[in-house]
């Protein structure tokens, strides 16, 4: 008795208590070997259980966790605070020598109601013109047509006001007269020892006023870059020294705000022609392309630690 109840309060005595147990029928003996695997695929489950909650466990931890640091970096990212960060501004500047020339012409035909003999006769003027141009080396990707308008003239007539008693006479509208015609291309010039020959030809040409020739650099992207560069470092710089005075340490950038790097043209040449105040073919212009600036300004915010 003293065995069968030990065998009974430890599970794991069972298979003891089988085997040392009196002899017993079949039907008893599979009854207990049925108990026996009943409760050793008991404690395998009650295992298992214990294993998963703590899987569980350790994984809700990591989750929080991870999401709490998430939170407080996201926090940073969108609202850093404006008592927890300055900012300070940086530029520069990179002069350039300019190497190109850019002007605008323009062609005026003022015609009768017949618009395609206007159209003719602008497009043969411009041909001509464009054909100078190809001859001194300029090339067709070079010239760009900017504005194209067609407008109407129109006659007014002049109504008078009738007497008091007197009939009054309908008055006469207005009606077109002609039409004007204007075109006005964009010319690069890459050559600048022939600019000056160049516009004075463009007018001999044809062209009814030549205007707005500026000296500037031709492909500044790449200077645009260095601009940028040099400003943030600046302002970097400046945030360090402070930093320093203030008795406080730079942080992380949090923002750039760029004011742009603009090319900026020292030489410029203008004039009108053939009607204007300044005839230009008949005058001789030294013309020195001279240099460029490209400008850039920044302001950049950093946190505060």
């Given at each position: 008795?003293?065995?069968?109840?030990?065998?009974?309060?430890?599970?794991?005595?069972?298979?003891?208590?089988?085997?040392?147990?009196?002899?017993?029928?079949?039907?008893?003996?599979?009854?207990?070997?049925?108990?026996?695997?009943?409760?050793?695929?008991?404690?395998?489950?009650?295992?298992?259980?214990?294993?998963?909650y703590l899987a569980a466990t350790v994984a809700l931890l990591v989750v929080a966790y991870a999401a709490f640091v998430y939170t407080g970096s996201y926090a940073k990212s969108v609202q850093p605070g404006n008592y927890r960060s300055f900012a300070v501004?940086?530029?520069s500047k990179i002069t350039a020598k300019n190497d190109v020339a850019l002007f605008t012409y323009s062609v005026t035909i003022q015609g009768g109601k017949d618009i395609a003999a206007i159209k003719k006769e602008s497009s043969d003027k411009t041909g001509k013109i464009q054909a100078f141009l190809q001859a001194?080396?300029?090339?067709?990707?070079?010239?760009?047509?900017?504005?194209y308008n067609l407008e109407p003239?129109?006659?007014?007539?002049q109504?008078?006001?009738p007497l008091p008693g007197a009939e009054a006479r309908p008055c006469r509208p207005q009606e077109i007269v002609g039409y004007t015609?204007?075109?006005?291309d964009s010319v690069k010039i890459r050559d600048l020892t022939k600019a000056d020959k160049t516009v004075s030809g463009v007018v001999d040409s044809g062209a009814n006023n030549v205007s707005q020739l500026t000296?500037?650099?031709?492909?500044?992207s790449n200077l645009q870059t260095q601009a940028k560069g040099l400003a943030i470092k600046q302002a970097i710089l400046r945030a360090q020294i402070l930093a320093k005075t203030a008795g406080f340490k730079v942080g992380r950038i949090i923002s750039i705000d760029e004011q742009g790097a603009v090319p900026m043209s020292r030489e410029s040449f203008s004039t009108m022609a053939k009607g204007g105040a300044a005839p230009v073919a008949d005058t001789v212009v030294n013309l020195n392309p001279?240099?460029?600036?490209?400008?850039?300004?920044?302001?950049?915010?950093?946190?505060?630690?």
């Open positions: 008795m003293q065995f069968e109840a030990q065998a009974r309060s430890e599970p794991r005595c069972i298979w003891r208590y089988i085997e040392g147990a009196p002899e017993r029928s079949n039907e008893e003996m599979y009854q207990m070997r049925r108990s026996y695997k009943n409760l050793i695929i008991m404690e395998q489950i009650e295992g298992a259980k214990k294993w998963f501004t940086g530029e001194q080396g300029v090339d067709s990707k070079d010239v760009t047509t900017v504005a003239r129109y006659q007014y007539f109504c008078s006001v015609l204007s075109q006005t000296f500037t650099v031709d492909d500044s001279g240099s460029g600036d490209i400008i850039s300004n920044v302001t950049v915010r950093f946190e505060i630690e």
